[in-house]
């Protein structure tokens, strides 16, 4: 039978259930409470499983912000990236565009503009445009796009990057929405 040691409240109940005069001294100097022990253990118990359930909802929540997020995307606002003809033909700059800051537009042709995200859809390393080879080169792991479609089409990224829509408008070229990178 268990041997309890009343404190106050607290009892000492020895593992093995002897008497607590048949306990060795180190186990007098550290006492140990199964029921509290155990009821310590519960405890931790519902505060992780409370913690992993938290982490769950939390993560679901993301998801769902971020599915919202992407289903606006598309109604992004209106901004000036650059007139027409300070963008040769060939030639290419960054510009900022919400949400997705780092940008660039090329025009590899007179009658072509493009603009992306220059995150590479791989590990977000940043892009850059060659347009002499019509392609977008991630440094980080040789990954290749398209420069017209920013399609993938060498390395490890799968996905097509984000295209900025454009519109020009007399001779300023507009930033009008932002079309997220298909498979
Ligand atoms: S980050 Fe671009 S290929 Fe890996």
Known sequence: MAHKKQRGDDRTIAPDGRPLDEQPKWRLDFPIDLDRDNYVARRDFTK????????????????????????????????????????????????????????IIVRPDEQTLVAFNNKCTHLHCPV??????????CPCHSGYFDLRTGRPTKGPP????????????????????????AT
């Not at 992407?70 to 990236?81: I, Q, S, T």
């Not at 850059?128 to 977008?136: D, S, T």
């Not at 829509?165 to 070229?173: A, G, N, P, Q």
Request: contains cysteine.
């Open 48 to 103: 992780f499983m409370v913690l992993i359930s938290g982490s769950f909802v939390v993560g679901q929540v993301w998801i769902g912000l971020d599915n919202l997020f992407r289903r606006a995307a598309g109604k992004m606002p209106v901004k000036p990236v650059v007139s027409l003809s300070d963008l040769p033909v060939g030639g290419s700059m960054s510009f900022r565009y919400p949400k997705y800051e780092h940008c």
């Open 128 to 137: 850059r445009p060659i347009v002499e080879r019509e392609v977008f080169q």
């Open 158 to 181: 799968r996905r097509a990057l984000h295209r900025i829509t454009l519109e020009v408008r007399e001779d300023m070229i507009y930033a009008t929405g932002v079309e997220i990178g």
